[in-house]
């Protein structure tokens, strides 16, 4: 293919390696070494993942772990420019600084959608194996150049505000990934069967009401645990969904499936565990209090599992 | 026995210690404990490390959002909107999950996110909205607003993409039950997605306008 997921690796890895140079040469950072080693480490893993060893690379992820457990990573101070200047800079460009960021998604779809199987001589234009991914690089890549043409910036300037920007974001940029990670282990050692083992333990077989109240309450609880709504969804169809709800009560399995996974999407709304979507935009908006957007979720996310658990019992007890 | 991993975690997040610590504090036990060699862990780790590169993406877009910001994006986003009169942080908040949850519902999933939406655009927006009706933002209720923001984008994500035939979960549930011999339809299981995707919109677009209410008390409109 002609773009591939590994180019926007690779982009994703200067981005970062040109952070860890400025925060090398900053001596007003007194953990200037430690901080620039951690993401120069960082950058290397995004960078030549494929090509360096697993092994290697888990190393590599240890001790960028043991840097964040020793205070390591210390954030730079960055001097906050004054309202008046960035106000000045504001009325220079006014409406058409929106033009770069409505562009962002813009093209992505435009990409994902459009440029989806196109082949260029034979090869794929986009990695198949994730447009999106490559659609959204080559997006922001475009975006770039735009904004840097419109503000008169440079490289070397956009480089600075990404160091700003993942300076204050910190280790919470690790999380994701790292969490990822926690999940293969867990899966490879058998969480996953003994989790669904307990919870068939206390299914009691007769009553349908409180098998489809274990059932969705299995689905939330598993993916606070697991962090991932996928992980669970075969894990507690296989326990209980097949054998109770399909085989015993007559379910429609389509609409078991609509609604467990909503289910699960309400666990996903409050648990730590889904980094991506709670702690980072909580460190990308600057909040003090790192579960401040889970806190938020709550109350929503438990409406709708109480909505999901009485919708999925009407619907299997009417034989709609 | 490998439930311990588990149980680390939810000490180590109750006791506040850095999770990124704790995740790996746990993955590295619930290995050793499930008897899988100490080389092999770290194996894995670097290779499920590896592979899930794909989530720390927002990095691509710090340039942009970062050089946009120096310039004045987020003051811009905030003047557009307290322009509009009658605006109000829940009504901003409220729109947003509706583009972003019907966007998500037609597979337009990449239409938001909190790097590239949220922290440029849309809480600045909402913060804006603040400032124009109460001609002040605490840090607490800025904070409270900002939460908001991220809030309103996963809501509306969340229970807008499973009504999108093509995404993920559905396929991913529907290659679950061909391969235990249970008849199953997509598009049939998208649809029965639509009655919680409307009753999420319904419950936050009510929680939305409790917390204007809420933000009223708090800080009182300038018109009074």
Same mark, same amino acid.
């Given at each position: 293919?002609?773009?591939?997921?590994?180019?926007?690796y690779?982009?994703?890895?200067?981005?970062?390696?040109?952070?860890?140079?400025?925060?090398?040469?900053?001596?007003?950072?007194?953990?200037?070494?430690t901080?620039?080693?951690?993401?120069? %480490?960082?950058?290397?893993?995004?960078?030549?993942?494929?090509?360096?060893?697993?092994?290697?690379?888990?190393?590599?992820?240890i001790?960028?772990?043991?840097?964040?457990?020793?205070?390591?990573?210390?954030?730079?101070?960055?001097?906050?420019?004054? %309202?008046?200047?960035?106000?000045?800079?504001?009325?220079?460009?006014?409406g058409?600084?929106?033009?770069?960021?409505?562009?962002?998604?813009?093209?992505?779809?435009?990409?994902?959608?459009?440029?989806?199987?196109?082949?260029?001589?034979?090869?794929?234009?986009?990695?198949?194996?994730?447009?999106?991914?490559?659609?959204?690089g080559?997006?922001?890549?475009?975006?770039?150049?735009?904004?840097?043409?419109?503000?008169?910036?440079?490289p070397?300037?956009?480089?600075?505000?990404?160091r700003?920007?993942?300076?204050?974001?910190?280790?919470?940029?690790?999380?994701?990934?790292?969490?990822?990670?926690? @999940?293969?282990?867990?899966?490879?050692? @058998?969480?996953?069967? $003994?989790?669904?083992?307990?919870?068939?333990?206390?299914?009691?077989?007769?009553?349908?009401?409180?098998?489809?109240? %274990?059932?969705?309450?299995?689905?939330?609880?598993?993916t606070?645990?697991m962090?991932?709504?996928?992980?669970?969804?075969?894990?507690?169809?296989?326990?209980?969904?097949?054998?109770?709800?399909?085989?015993?009560?007559?379910?429609?399995?389509?609409?078991?499936?609509?609604?467990?996974m909503?289910?699960?999407?309400?666990?996903?709304?409050?648990?730590?565990?889904?980094?991506?979507?709670?702690?980072?935009?909580?460190?990308?908006?600057?909040?003090?209090?790192?579960?401040?957007?889970?806190k938020v979720? $709550?109350?929503?996310?438990?409406?709708?599992?109480a909505f999901? %658990?009485?919708?999925?019992?009407?619907?299997?007890?009417?034989?709609? | /026995?490998?439930?311990i991993?588990?149980?680390?975690? /939810?000490?180590?997040f109750?006791?506040?210690f850095?999770?990124?610590?704790?995740?790996?504090?746990?993955?590295?036990?619930?290995?050793?404990?499930?008897?899988?060699?100490?080389?092999?862990?770290?194996?894995?780790?670097?290779?499920?490390?590896?592979?899930?590169?794909?989530?720390?993406?927002?990095?691509?877009?710090?340039?942009?959002?970062?050089?946009?910001e120096?310039? &004045?994006?987020?003051?811009?986003?905030?003047?557009?909107?307290?322009?509009?009169?009658a605006i109000?942080?829940?009504?901003?908040?409220?729109?947003?999950?509706?583009?972003?949850?019907?966007?998500?519902?037609?597979?337009?999933?990449?239409?938001? &996110?909190?790097?590239?939406t949220?922290?440029?655009?849309?809480?600045?927006m909402?913060?804006?909205a603040?400032l124009?009706?109460? &001609?002040?933002?605490?840090?607490?209720?800025?904070?409270?607003?900002?939460a908001?923001?991220?809030?309103?984008?996963?809501?509306?994500?969340?229970?807008?993409e499973?009504?999108?035939?093509?995404?993920?979960?559905?396929?991913? /549930?529907? &290659?679950?039950?061909?391969q235990?011999n249970?008849?199953?339809?997509?598009?049939?299981?998208?649809?029965?997605?639509?009655?919680?995707?409307?009753?999420?919109?319904?419950?936050?677009?009510?929680?939305?306008? /409790?917390f204007?209410?809420?933000?009223?008390?708090r800080?009182?409109?300038?018109?009074?």
């Open positions: 293919m002609i773009f591939s997921v590994e180019m926007i690779v982009l994703m890895g200067i981005i970062v390696l040109g952070c860890s140079l400025y925060i090398f040469t900053d001596r007003t950072n007194s953990r200037r070494l901080t620039g080693s951690f993401y120069l %480490i960082y950058s290397i893993t995004l960078m030549f993942g494929k090509i360096i060893p697993p092994f290697y690379i888990g190393l590599m992820v001790i960028m772990v043991l840097i964040i457990a020793g205070g390591g990573l210390k954030k730079s101070e960055h001097v906050e420019e004054s %309202i008046t200047v960035k106000e000045e800079r504001r009325k220079r460009l006014g058409r600084l929106f033009l770069p960021a409505i562009l962002i998604p813009i093209l992505t779809l435009a990409g994902s959608k459009l440029l989806d199987g196109v082949k260029i001589g034979g090869k794929a234009l986009l990695d198949p194996s994730n447009v999106t991914m490559v659609a959204l080559l997006a922001c890549l475009t975006a770039i150049i735009f904004a840097m043409v419109m503000t008169r910036g440079t070397a300037g956009a480089v600075k505000e990404s700003r920007l993942l300076e204050s974001i910190g280790w919470a940029v690790l999380l994701p990934q790292l969490l990822a990670t926690l @999940g293969t282990i867990y899966t490879n050692a @058998g969480v996953g069967t $003994v989790v669904s083992k307990a919870v068939t333990a206390i299914i009691p077989e007769g009553s349908l009401f409180w098998v489809v109240v %274990i059932f969705c309450l299995g689905m939330a609880i598993f606070m645990i962090g991932n709504a996928f992980a669970a969804f075969p894990v507690m169809a296989a326990g209980i969904a097949i054998p109770f709800l399909i085989n015993q009560f007559d379910a429609n399995p389509n609409h078991i499936a609509a609604i467990s909503f289910a699960g999407y309400c666990g996903t709304l409050m648990t730590p565990m889904a980094a991506n979507f709670n702690i980072v935009p909580a460190a990308l908006l600057d909040l003090k209090d790192k579960n401040h957007v889970i979720q $709550v109350p929503t996310a438990l409406a709708v599992l999901n %658990i009485v919708l999925m019992y009407l619907l299997v007890s009417l034989g709609v | /026995m490998v439930l991993g588990v149980l680390l975690i /939810m000490i180590g109750v006791l506040r850095n999770s990124a610590v704790v995740v790996t504090v746990s993955a590295l036990v619930t290995g050793m404990i499930a008897g899988i060699p100490i080389t092999s862990i770290i194996t894995q780790f670097g290779e499920a490390f590896t592979t899930n590169r794909y989530m720390s993406i927002l990095i691509v877009t710090l340039p942009v959002i970062g050089l946009l120096k310039n &004045g994006l987020q003051q811009q986003a905030s003047k557009v909107v307290s322009k509009i009169k109000t942080v829940g009504r901003v908040l409220t729109m947003y999950l509706l583009i972003r949850e019907v966007g998500a519902a037609l597979g337009l999933n990449s239409l938001g &996110g909190h790097p590239q949220v922290r440029p655009l849309i809480a600045p909402a913060e804006g603040a124009s009706k109460y &001609g002040k933002l605490p840090e607490k209720e800025q904070q409270e607003i900002r908001h923001a991220a809030a309103t984008d996963n809501i509306g994500l969340f229970f807008g499973d009504i999108f035939v093509a995404v993920g979960a559905i396929l991913l /549930m529907n &290659g679950f039950f061909e235990n249970i008849p199953a339809d997509p598009i049939s299981m998208a649809l029965w997605g639509i009655p919680t995707a409307i009753f999420a919109f319904i419950v936050h677009a009510i929680r939305l306008r /409790m204007d209410k809420k933000l009223d008390k800080l009182g409109s300038r018109d009074q």
